[in-house]
């Protein structure tokens, strides 16, 4: 976002909260930033606030840029501001002064009578305002907290032109067709049930054979790049976390430890400890080494519940995740390894537009631990593997993870918001941690080097990527259901039911649609549902041993028999591992 959009949503967020004050007299204002897609300005209202009332403020903005109010910057004494809001019944402005303004003066500015705490920049006057929207109301509690206050959040949006406006919009209502958590009730792909928690998505039958599809690519893949599989228990002791540091780390975001027998047991946060005491069972010699080795493992992180949503934010989730072990000089021929089974993995599942962002120390903050020398060996390992996969990167100083430098691919929702799907890690400080050692060609004892690797990333996110990219129409190969029957009469249930199990026998997804409805009806159902193949079977197909083929894009009908189908869905029906 330019600096210039990005002070004229900020400017009409003020505008915005100028009009509801105005509209609505006793409320309360919390803060209101520009945002990637917009604005947004929170407030403690008298009474709720209904959607309705949208429009109403919306004239009033009107109103406001018409008459071209100018933003007036003013830079006051720290007390005169806290009298000020004190003035105008402001409670979390004057809270806002005694967290921020650490300078003796605070600036304000001011628009016609509304007057905010705010570094701006600002437009020069609302005239020089654009088009813009307000586009929902929300919950957000005071400062993300929920022992906080809950405020009511108004979300808007606001460009240059009305084109660029238009545009937008309709950019977001392709994308609200895409909504993994709209999608995922509609498709009947997950549920959040409230009995058992926020953040804790329930996979259905469908959506878990989406999930199995991803696992089974995954795990196959794995195994023919030598990779080895273990299982490790979600829960340890505490002491464990404290060593790898994770628990000095992280704590803010790791659950309570749980006391039993005189001991601290912790839900796992990071599967990387546990992996590394499989590592540690034995002794390993220098030509034991690259060991590589990987877990669908699910960790546990406490995410608030205001910012828990669907399948991309949630308090358990399973990982991709593996932990190579390796000697130094093998460190650039495994990270570009790592490379290459992003790219392999990417390529299978469709997805094109990503880059890698390389996250590196910098030379002022002190949270870097190990020394500064190992560092930069992992760093020039890491931009020589990137540099090898031809794939466009970006650096990004500061960034790194605690222990080394990490490797996060980036990509673009369905409305363009750009998040991290993977991360990789390079890291010589856990082995440090743990005493980790290896005999040399020299017969001495050295330690490995450790890369945290996740192609996948999270499982849960990753699949949310994918209801959204494919907005529900999976591939053969991944789609929940791959071919519905549908007979024409209940006299044809008994033989469809032969030759639907005759597919799963060949380990094919199958349905069979006996409802009481008209054919046409399942076929628009069937395809509703994204199934990418319809089967329409009466007496002419029994008799003649054939299925008639419709496709969930619609388009011409084909009369197919069953056995020719059964081998070409096989076919499409195959896990991409090459």
């Known amino acids: 976002m330019s600096e210039d959009l990005e002070t004229l949503r900020h400017s009409t967020a003020h505008v915005m909260a100028a009009a509801v004050l105005d509209l609505f007299p006793g409320t309360v204002i919390g803060i209101g930033p520009a945002t990637d897609e917009g604005f947004y300005y929170d407030f403690a209202f008298t009474d709720r606030l209904q959607p309705e009332a949208l429009p109403r403020i919306e004239a009033k903005m009107r109103e406001i840029i018409k008459q071209a109010l100018p933003f007036v910057k003013e830079e006051i004494p720290r007390g005169d501001a806290v009298a000020l809001f004190e003035r105008l019944h402001q409670p979390l402005k004057v809270e806002l002064i005694a967290d921020k303004v650490t300078d003796a003066t605070a600036r304000i500015y001011r628009t016609g009578d509304f007057v905010d705490l705010c570094l701006g920049p600002h437009v020069a006057n609302a005239g020089q305002l654009g088009a813009f929207r307000l586009l929902s109301i929300a919950g957000a509690y005071w400062k993300g907290s929920e022992k906080n206050q809950q405020l009511t959040r108004i979300y808007g949006t606001a460009f240059p032109t009305e084109a660029e406006l238009e545009s937008h919009l309709k950019m977001l209502e392709d994308a609200a067709k895409r909504d993994h958590r709209k999608l995922g009730k509609d498709l009947d792909l997950f549920v959040v049930d409230e009995m058992v928690g926020r953040g804790l998505p329930l996979l259905t039958p469908k959506g878990t054979a989406v999930r199995r599809q991803m696992e089974e690519f995954i795990l196959r893949l794995e195994q023919r790049q030598g990779y080895q599989h273990v299982k490790t228990p979600d829960i340890a002791r505490l002491e464990i976390y404290k060593i790898s540091g994770h628990f000095e780390r992280y704590r803010e975001s790791m659950y309570p430890p749980s006391e039993m027998e005189d001991e601290e047991w912790q839900l796992r946060p990071m599967n990387c400890p546990h992996h590394i005491r499989v590592f540690a069972r034995k002794a390993y010699s220098f030509r034991d080494l690259p060991v590589r080795l990987a877990e669908l493992g699910t ?165 949310a990527y994918l209801i959204e990219t494919y907005a529900g129409a999976f591939p053969v190969w991944l789609a929940p259901v791959q071919l519905v029957f549908i007979p024409i009469a209940d006299r044809h249930l008994e033989a469809v039911g032969r030759l639907a199990q005759g597919f799963r026998q060949r380990d094919l997804r199958v349905e069979v649609d006996g409802r009481s409805e008209r054919m046409q009806a399942k076929i628009r159902d069937a395809q509703l549902q994204k199934v990418p193949f319809m089967a329409v079977v009466g007496d002419k197909e029994l008799e003649a041993g054939t299925l008639n083929i419709r496709r969930r894009e619609g388009g011409d009908q084909e009369s197919v028999r069953a056995d020719e189908f059964l081998t070409r869905l096989e076919r499409e029906a195959q896990l991409p591992l090459e």
């Not at 299978?348 to 020398?373: Q, T, Y």
């Open 299 to 463: 960790v546990y992180r406490y995410e608030k519940s205001g910012e828990v949503s669907g399948l991309i934010r949630v308090r358990a989730f399973t990982i991709n995740d593996a932990h190579i072990f390796c000697r130094p000089d093998q460190l650039n021929e495994e990270f570009e390894r790592v490379i290459q089974l992003i790219l392999q993995v990417y390529r299978a599942f469709g997805i094109k537009d990503f880059h890698f962002r390389l996250s590196l120390r910098d030379e002022v903050s002190n949270k870097w631990m190990g020394d500064p020398a190992v560092w930069q060996r992992a760093q020039d390992a890491a931009r020589e593997a990137l540099r090898a996969s031809g794939h466009p990167f970006v650096e990004a100083p500061g960034e790194a993870a605690f222990y080394g430098p990490k490797l996060d691919v980036q990509i673009k929702d369905a409305i363009g918001r750009e998040f991290t799907l993977s991360t990789n890690q390079i890291d010589f400080l856990m082995p440090e941690r743990f005493g980790l050692e290896y005999v040399t060609s020299e017969q001495s004892m050295t330690r490995p080097v450790m890369i945290h690797r996740a192609p996948i990333g999270s499982m849960e996110r990753f699949m």
